[in-house]
Antibody, heavy 119, light 107 residues
Framework: EVQVVQSGAEMKKPGESLKISCQAS????????IGWVRQMPGKGLEWMGI????????RYSPSFQGQVTISADKSVTTAYLQWISLKASDTSMYYC????????????WGQGTLVTVSS | EIVMTQSPVTLSVSPGERATLSCRAS??????LAWYQQKPGQAPRLLIY???TRATGIPARFSGSGSGTEFTLTISSLQSEDFAAYYC?????????FGQGTKVEIK
């Protein structure tokens, strides 16, 4: 069984930077991935991107390319989602999800990190 | 980008009844289709992958079918805990895409 724990809720001002985290633990295979999914208030799910921590291979959805940075530290089985300059429109719940292999349909999800950006 | 379209947007069903949810892809995704359940305030939960394989611990009342561009999630006899939002997701092509969701509510 895999456990996925995300960092806590954040309240930021527009223009500020932010890095949130997602740590996986338990029985994790070598070719695991960690992905990030956005859910804006009252809306559906959107894939942002994924990373394979073992080799740092990263893929972004076009809508999020250049807007965020996904990184990982395989020594602590943790992935990160980073913004350089937040906007009010970044206010959302962000979920990370963990799975294995090339078929990206993750079974293990974090509890979500609520990011609120307001002046 | 593959567009996933779910129908209906809202489905009103009585407990014990059957619910049928549809998901259509704008181009073939083969069988690379997953279904998730999301309850308010909770993370999504994987129900079905490869269009028809139940994930670990998912009750047999949930079943998936289809391939190519047309997919169905069936809940054979709705229980109180099944009232939630359901999303399909294709993982055949990048970028990965979800449908807009179907909310199953109590009739």
């Amino acid at each position: 069984e895999v456990q996925v724990v995300q960092s806590g809720a954040e309240m930021k001002k527009p223009g500020e930077s932010l890095k949130i985290s997602c740590q996986a633990s338990g029985y994790i295979f070598n070719n695991y991935y960690i992905g990030w999914v956005r859910q804006m208030p009252g809306k559906g799910l959107e894939w942002m991107g994924i990373i394979y921590p073992e080799d740092s291979e990263t893929r972004y959805s076009p809508s999020f390319q250049g807007q965020v940075t996904i990184s990982a530290d395989k020594s602590v089985t943790t992935a990160y989602l980073q913004w350089i300059s937040l906007k009010a429109s970044d206010t959302s719940m962000y979920y990370c999800a963990v799975g294995v292999g090339v078929a990206i349909r993750p079974e293990f999800w974090g509890q979500g990190t609520l990011v609120t950006v307001s002046s | 980008e593959i567009v996933m379209t779910q129908s209906p947007v809202t489905l009103s069903v009585s407990p014990g009844e059957r619910a049928t949810l549809s998901c259509r892809a704008s181009q073939s995704v083969n069988s690379n289709l997953a279904w998730y359940q999301q309850k308010p305030g909770q993370a999504p939960r994987l129900l079905i992958y490869s269009a028809s394989t139940r994930a670990t611990g998912i009750p047999a009342r949930f079943s998936g079918s289809g391939s190519g561009t047309e997919f169905t999630l069936t809940i054979s006899s709705l229980q109180s805990e099944d009232f939630a939002a359901y999303y399909c997701q294709q993982y055949n092509n990048w970028p990965l895409t979800f449908g807009q969701g179907t909310k199953v509510e109590i009739k």
